[in-house]
């Protein structure tokens, strides 16, 4: 089908968007239905005029005469307001005369005119909206973070008190005394460890400019060394890939993330386990680094494979008495703030490989 044998005159006319014609001296010469009803017949006058209520033509970078006569280019696009406030998004290319002799000129430009001012009205209040999240986010988060380090005092002295009561006065005790101290001990323990995960929740994001290229490597061996004493106790065998590279990260943020998924491993490895095993191994894909910890515990049942990285959400499988339900979200909160993203890949019985992707730093 070659259009330039049909007469499209009857389109331009009936078009529910606006079409308008210029030329190169910026002279309205054809409006359509739609842009007469709202601007008139203004053919033969200038289209900054009628449309913006200009005296003068359009900046060079905004005007469509200026990018496709003088700088030769095959379409302009453009989103601006008109002199009544509407946003236009105008897409205008060159229009070429059928004759033989000028076939190759362009005498004219048509421009496709639609009104799009619901959507920037809706981008704007979105755009608004977000801002507003983000503020609340941030005051929340400031409010978590003075909370806890506010509650980090008294329960230090709780700790000391409850610990001194048990060794000292243990045998004035009866019982259910010492039973109901050793609770009371238990659970200021465990609200301890709670608020020091609650801190580093909201330590995330207060450090963003703090990226620099480091081995991961280096983080892996930082990672396991916070961890020393349980992976002592429960005999795991570390199988760690020799090929690791350097990663442009927050350092200290992605060791916080592995030692959150190195204990997870640790917690799910399972009470009859007779050669625990943690893998942990890197890979890329498309532009990501990927890593992996992978364990052969006691798995994860897949419908609980997003609901996991939700705050406060822990597994009946194990009781542990110090799993607060915030180290998965600590994880995937600091991935998604280095613009990855964290999944599981697990089957109950078959232990759990937890992936967690960072963007390869772009070179110049």
Aim: aromatic share 8%; with cysteine.
């Amino acid at each position: 089908m070659n259009l330039e044998n049909y007469d499209l005159s009857n389109v331009l006319l009936s078009i529910g968007d606006g079409v308008i014609a210029h030329n190169e001296r910026w002279e309205i010469e054809f409006l359509n239905q739609p842009l007469l009803d709202i601007y008139g017949d203004q053919v033969g006058k200038h289209c900054f005029e009628i449309f913006f209520d200009r005296d003068c033509p359009c900046e060079e970078g905004n005007c469509p005469i200026e990018q496709i006569f003088k700088k030769g280019k095959s379409s302009f696009q453009q989103v601006k307001k008109d002199k009544y406030g509407n946003w236009l998004e105008i897409t205008s290319v060159p229009a070429h005369p059928k004759t033989k002799e000028a076939e190759q000129k362009t005498s004219s430009i048509i421009s496709l005119v639609r009104n799009v001012t619901k959507r920037m009205n809706l981008e704007e209040e979105l755009r608004v909206r977000n801002m507003e999240l983000k503020l609340k986010n941030t005051e929340l988060e400031n409010f978590v973070y003075t909370v806890s380090h506010d509650l980090k005092s008294p329960l230090v002295s709780l700790q000391g008190l409850a610990g001194a009561l048990l060794e000292d006065y243990s045998d004035r005790l009866d019982e259910q005394g010492r039973e109901f101290l050793l609770d009371i001990k238990n659970s200021v323990n465990r609200l301890g460890l709670l608020v020091r995960d609650l801190l580093d929740l909201s330590r995330i994001g207060r450090g963003q400019n703090r990226r620099e290229d480091v081995p991961a490597k280096k983080i892996i061996q930082e990672a396991i060394d916070k961890l020393k004493l349980p992976l002592k106790e429960k005999g795991i065998q570390l199988i760690i890939d020799e090929d690791m590279p350097i990663i442009f990260c927050d350092k200290e943020m992605i060791v916080l993330a592995l030692v959150n998924l190195l204990n997870n491993a640790i917690k799910f490895m399972g009470e009859h386990n007779e050669h625990p095993r943690i893998a942990i191994g890197h890979t890329i894909k498309d532009d990501y680094h990927v890593f992996f910890v992978q364990d052969n515990g006691i798995g994860i049942e897949r419908k609980y494979h997003q609901k996991i990285f939700d705050i406060f959400q822990t597994l009946n499988e194990v009781k542990d008495p110090n799993s607060t339900g915030v180290g998965l979200t600590i994880v995937k909160r600091i991935i998604e703030g280095h613009k990855g993203r964290v999944w599981v890949e697990s089957e109950k019985g078959q232990g759990s490989t937890f992936y967690f992707s960072i963007p390869i730093k772009k070179l110049g």
